[in-house]
């Protein structure tokens, strides 16, 4: 497995953090490489609540179901991933202060063998990037909804 971790800060209630950014249908407002989400099992999301997203990886069209294998609010997270790619995605929201601290882990698996050593460290680059950027929309768009300029968008 690979792993990357990216942390931010957000000027906004913990709880309205958590919920928001674990949010299924809010993953592509968040999120570029998410074209599509559909089959939500239930709302809001719990242990166990399912769904599939059609997402762009290295190019190619993937086809994704989404679990959530672990769920604590306002604070963990955990969203295991499988089809045509293996993931698990952890969010946690922790205090700093007057800011929501959210960490997010994202464990994958590579192609296998040399090549695949190789490329987890190339993909591993990219999925930083990626996740760093969605980490920071987040941060944008949750401080404007906290001030109270914007509401949520809703599918």
């Known amino acids: 497995m690979t792993t990357v971790i990216e942390t931010i800060e957000i000027r906004a209630?913990?709880?309205?953090?958590?919920?928001?950014?674990?949010?299924?249908?809010?993953?592509?407002?968040?999120?570029?490489?998410?074209?599509?989400?559909?089959?939500?099992?239930?709302?809001?999301?719990?242990?166990?609540?399912?769904?599939?997203?059609?997402?762009?990886?290295?190019?190619r069209r993937a086809k994704?179901?989404?679990?959530?294998?672990?769920?604590?609010?306002?604070?963990?997270?955990?969203?295991?991933?499988?089809?045509?790619?293996?993931?698990k995605v952890t969010t946690r929201c922790t205090l700093a202060g007057n800011l929501t601290r959210v960490e997010q882990t994202i464990d994958f698996k590579p192609p296998g063998g040399l090549i695949g050593a190789v490329a987890g460290s190339l993909i591993a680059q990219q999925v930083r990037r990626e996740l760093k950027k969605t980490l920071e929309r987040q941060r944008d768009v949750l401080e404007t909804e906290s001030r109270g300029t914007s509401g949520p968008v809703t599918a």
């Open 13 to 59: 209630p913990r709880e309205a953090v958590f919920a928001a950014i674990t949010d299924p249908r809010r993953t592509m407002e968040w999120n570029s490489n998410i074209l599509e989400v559909g089959s939500l099992s239930e709302y809001p999301p719990r242990s166990g609540t399912t769904w599939s997203q059609t997402a762009v990886m290295a190019g």
């Open 64 to 87: 994704l179901t989404c679990r959530v294998s672990a769920w604590s609010p306002p604070d963990i997270g955990v969203l295991s991933i499988s089809g045509d790619q293996t993931a």
